[in-house]
């Protein structure tokens, strides 16, 4: 790499894809290669790539805990988001890596950053399955009942697979289950109709007042992310 930089190619240079020499060391998890770059003048929030991310970004999405870190330490902007509206953490969310997403929380991002659809990192790691990240956010005051651009919220995102267990975990701290998405769907619905039967009757037991708080089936339009 010293060769390399002194031979003439900038720090800053990119492809075609307007990728840098930085966001490559970041996405393929070489530390040391992004201390160097870093250290020789490349600017640590350049974005770059279809979805204009930056190099913590790219660390962030591929769990490379170290590199995210040495980028952190060099001041990496923490909350800028991508062309989608997604940030580091929102990035990890959808992977599940639960100590980069915990060395994010502890570089101060923020909890509630939501993407181009509204959807925070608690929406995005219910919905991909992952219990533990999901404990994680819960436990940091989140907006647990935020809802995306088509009013659904986190539960929706929980509700249709076999991710019980975050349902659980939704309802325990605080989540409504009585939630309706904007065109009139009900959270109990979805669980049912797509066979999560043991959702499906969490929601029921759940909902406020003893009140399953379910639709006419007949009219159910199925579920779509």
């Known amino acids: 790499m010293w060769l390399l930089l002194n031979m003439g190619p900038s720090p800053e240079s990119t492809d075609k894809f307007h990728i840098t020499g930085l966001m490559y060391a970041a996405m393929n998890g070489h530390g040391g290669t992004v201390n160097e770059l870093l250290d020789a003048g490349a600017t640590a929030n350049s974005q770059g790539g279809e979805s204009d991310m930056t190099a913590l970004m790219y660390a962030a999405a591929n769990g490379h805990q170290s590199t995210l870190e040495a980028l952190l330490y060099k001041c990496a902007a923490i909350n800028v988001a991508d062309g989608n509206?997604?940030?580091?953490?929102?990035?990890?969310?959808?992977?599940?890596?639960?100590?980069?997403?915990?060395?994010?929380?502890?570089?101060?991002?923020?909890?509630?950053?939501?993407?181009?659809?509204?959807?925070?990192?608690?929406?995005?790691?219910?919905?991909?399955?992952?219990?533990?990240?999901?404990?994680i956010i819960v436990s940091k005051s989140c907006e647990i009942d935020a809802k995306d651009?088509?009013?659904?919220?986190?539960?929706?995102?929980?509700?249709?697979?076999?991710?019980?267990a975050i349902v659980q975990t939704l309802l325990k701290n605080g989540a409504s289950p009585d939630a309706k998405s904007e065109s009139g769907?009900?959270?109990?619905?979805?669980?049912?109709?797509?066979?999560?039967?043991?959702?499906?009757?969490?929601?029921?037991?759940?909902?406020?007042?003893?009140?399953?708080?379910?639709?006419?089936?007949?009219?159910?339009?199925?579920?779509k992310t």
């Open 85 to 135: 509206g997604q940030t580091a953490l929102t990035h990890v969310a959808t992977k599940g890596n639960e100590n980069t997403f915990k060395a994010l929380i502890l570089g101060g991002c923020g909890i509630n950053v939501r993407n181009k659809d509204g959807r925070t990192p608690i929406y995005l790691a219910a919905s991909s399955g992952f219990e533990v990240v999901v404990k």
């Open 149 to 164: 651009t088509k009013g659904r919220t986190t539960l929706w995102s929980a509700s249709p697979g076999n991710n019980t």
């Open 185 to 223: 769907e009900r959270l109990g619905d979805i669980a049912h109709l797509t066979g999560n039967e043991d959702a499906y009757e969490l929601l029921r037991l759940d909902a406020k007042n003893g009140s399953s708080g379910l639709r006419s089936i007949k009219t159910h339009r199925f579920f």
